[in-house]
């Protein structure tokens, strides 16, 4: 009878990182959050186990671009509580960054664990089509059906 061993790879196996860029112009928030967040898991390659930093650096660029259904824009609201008595704080979607709400909307989808907090880090986002990782030669991808 043949062994049945599973496959764990070790940090050699790995090999290194690549950086990804991603187009938010014109693309819904929680679309773009829940591709960006399976990228940095490293859920698109073969190999993945879900207790390995598997993933890939992702660059999000047009942040300010970002699309939301409905009528969020005026009604979704967003909490924190600073942990004292009465320190519950509220802001509405137009009132904050685009770049905090894409970092929240990608947070809530990671694990929460000291491995998703390793993954959250590796998301750099931008407003505008700039960024300052061209020397990473970054591969472009394209989420959904629209081809970036």
């Known amino acids: 009878m043949k062994s049945q061993k599973s496959f ?8 290194a990182n690549k950086w990804v860029v991603v187009d938010a112009e014109g693309l819904v ?21 879900p207790s390995a930093d598997m993933g890939d650096n992702v660059i999000i660029i047009n942040a300010e671009k970002i699309a939301v259904t409905g009528n969020k824009v005026d009604k979704k609201v967003y909490y924190r509580h600073s942990g004292y008595p ?21 947070t809530g ?29 970054p591969e472009v991808l394209a989420v959904g059906t629209k081809e970036i």
């Not at 320190?87 to 770049?99: A, F, H, I, Q, R």
């Not at 590796?122 to 990473?136: F, M, R």
Request: positive net charge.
């Open 86 to 106: 009465g320190g519950l704080k509220s802001t509405v979607y137009k009132d904050m960054s685009p770049v905090r709400i894409l970092e929240i909307a990608i």
């Open 29 to 49: 928030l929680g679309r773009v959050a829940s591709f960006v967040a399976s990228v940095l898991r490293g859920k698109n390659k073969p190999t993945f186990t």
């Open 109 to 137: 989808m990671l694990p929460k664990t000291k491995l998703g907090a390793r993954l959250a880090k590796k998301v750099k986002i931008y407003t505008g089509t700039e960024h300052p990782h061209s020397a990473q030669d």
């Open 8 to 15: 764990y790879p070790k940090q050699e196996d790995l090999g």
